[in-house]
């Protein structure tokens, strides 16, 4: 479940951190969900220097592969990132030799016989502890971090540079990658997202703003200033607009969990690319096309530059992202069909089935339909998680994570 829900919560401009699990005291019950435990995950800062404020809000989280008991995940916010631990008591011990059991030294001349600790249950506690500190190594805003497959590395984005940590070292970084010119006035893109492949730990890839992916070997050289291979879609010249640009920008890039195929979003569409053909993608699902018309009005309002994710489901057979009105989309790629959904409260009630929901676009509007002039663009759905081995999601609606599930009888 850890998977599920601990890459959305704390996400949307939150500084707590709040990680949810399973109802533990009712096994039988699916579906039903207690807060787990809340932390405070980032505090404000003030760069002096620059005399630039640093917001807490987290950016990014990601869960390290389990080991023992306790779980550990990454967070970050625009300059910080920070790998904590999260563990659990619900044992206690009693009979202590040299305590009383209000916990004061006792007198050793008094100790006459030797006793034995015992375990008693207690309410269980749940406690969230910084294990590292990774600072000072980002000069812009951190939009990306993900955990190798080698478990010992992972790698953190900024808009110009990549740089590759050891979970075990804090004070120093290897930059893997600088598209930063001579002269800024010469930048004509920078990097979006960044990700490595789930299973060969030397290849990653990072997204642009120009709707471009390169994938990087690290086994080629130390700084990856030389892409291994290059994706991109040629753009229809009759179709070009001065929106073009911006709305190719690639918000989000994910893995296939087989590593074969490579998912990326950009503000109208999620693409799927084979890694074994870089001229143009396999698949192109259309998220809300519907949009297109409205460009206009959304670069007034700023919300043609929202960064919408993606994910896959734990087969690779479908996929899923956000979009407005709290609508989210999931595609078959098997099948090429498409459902539209809304999560809201009326949605999220228990057993309550979702409701297919479709956009009317012009003309005579159905019963069942909405007009695209009706949406609400401040509801919005940026973030979205796949349980990897059941038919569970997770979105993240402004302040509200949803949670449905298939139908159970």
């Excluded at 990700?195 to 030397?202: A, D, G, K, S």
């Excluded at 539209?340 to 509007?365: D, F, M, Q």
Aim: hydrophobic share 35%; glycine share 4%; charged share 25%.
């Amino acid at each position: 479940m850890a998977a599920l829900v601990l890459k959305l919560l704390g996400l949307g401009y939150q500084r707590r951190l709040s990680l949810q699990f399973p109802n533990k005291s009712r096994p039988h019950s699916r579906g039903e969900y207690n807060v787990y435990s809340t932390f405070q995950s980032h505090e404000p800062e003030f760069d002096y220097l620059k005399s630039l404020e640093i917001e807490e809000k987290i950016n990014k989280i990601r869960w390290l592969p389990q080991q023992n008991a306790a779980h550990f995940l990454l967070s970050t916010n625009d300059k910080t990132i920070k790998l904590w631990k999260i563990s659990e008591r619900d044992k206690r011990a009693e009979g202590y030799n040299l305590k009383d059991e209000d916990g004061r030294l006792r007198d050793p001349f008094r100790i006459t016989a030797l006793r034995v600790p015992i375990l008693k249950p207690m309410d269980l506690m749940v406690e969230a502890s910084p294990r590292r500190i990774f600072a000072n190594a980002h000069t812009y805003h951190i939009n990306s971090i993900s955990v190798n497959s080698d478990h010992e590395t992972y790698l953190s984005a900024d808009d110009l540079r990549i740089n590759l940590w050891h979970l075990g070292i804090t004070n120093r970084s290897f930059n893997i990658v600088d598209i930063k010119p001579v002269n800024m006035e010469e930048l004509t893109e920078v990097i979006t997202a960044a990700e490595f492949h789930p299973h060969q730990c030397n290849v990653f890839v990072h997204s642009s703003s120009k709707g471009t992916v390169r994938l990087c070997d690290m086994r080629s050289s130390a700084l990856c200033d030389r892409h291994s291979k290059f994706f991109e879609e040629p753009e229809d010249p009759s179709s070009r607009s001065f929106f073009s640009e911006i709305i190719s920008s690639i918000s989000d890039v994910k893995f296939s969990h087989s590593g074969r195929y490579m998912m990326t979003r950009d503000y109208l569409s999620v693409k799927v690319w084979d890694l074994n053909m870089e001229t143009r993608p396999v698949e192109t699902y259309q998220v809300h096309e519907y949009l297109r018309s409205k460009l206009c009005s959304l670069y007034e309002n700023d919300c043609i530059f929202d960064k919408f994710e993606c994910c896959w489901n734990g087969s690779d057979g479908a996929l899923m992202t956000g979009s407005y009105n709290n609508f989210f989309r999931m595609f078959d790629r098997s099948t090429r069909r498409d459902v539209t959904l809304e999560a809201s409260r009326e949605s999220s009630k228990p057993r309550a089935i979702l409701k297919p929901r479709k956009v009317c676009t012009g003309g005579k509007r159905k019963k069942d339909e909405i007009s695209v002039d009706s949406l609400d663009f401040n509801k919005k759905i940026l973030h979205t998680a796949w349980h990897p081995l059941e038919n569970i999601i997770a979105v993240a609606a402004t302040n509200n994570l949803y949670i449905f599930q298939d139908k159970v009888n």
